[in-house]
């Protein structure tokens, strides 16, 4: 003991004291646990490596039905622009025909202002004929002597009290005729027609 090597025969074996012993057994130990705690680590390394892939596996599942679902979604969106541009092109046309509507109205509306402002000059120089002056025109045209002269001023006052109750038309001459041997015999049936409504009224 104490450290004493001890020789046996030729081949020089050694012989290692106590505390080379107890120190060679705490190595074995200590390479034992650091052993122990690299294949721990390995393991748990490996461990953690797996799961990873699992989650990068299942977060490739989702990121697939993710765009699964985009791809979804774009159709229904191109669907939706096509059905767009189709009600576009509707109101469009829609927008074509109310314009031209409008300007057709504007048009209408320009004539009926023509019409009526023509009617209201026709209206105020209806409403300044002088009875007595057409009178004295139509007692130069057709005297007394003629035959038609009390028929045709009947007829004329007539005329003159029915444009004072109406609009005549532009364009419609309702002038009693200045030659009176010019009416026929169906002519003084009809002023003998109007001759009698007058005498009802």
Known sequence: GGGVMVEQGQGGE???????????????KQLHYEKERLQEKVENTVKAFDDA????????FKLDADLKMTDLRMLVLFQELRLLKEFEKRDNDLIGRLDQKREEKAEMV?????CQEKLAARKAEIDKLNPRQVQAELATLVPETNKFHEQLQKIFKKKIKRQKKKALK???????????????EGDLSDLDEEEEEEEEE
Request: glycine residues 4%; negative net charge.
């Open 53 to 60: 892939v699992r989650n990068l596996r299942r977060e490739r």
């Open 110 to 114: 320009a004539k009926i202002s023509d």
């Open 14 to 28: 050694y012989e290692m004291s106590e505390m080379e012993k107890v120190q060679a057994y705490v190595r074995e």
């Open 170 to 184: 532009e364009g419609e001459d309702e002038e009693a005729s200045e030659d009176g041997s010019d009416e026929s």
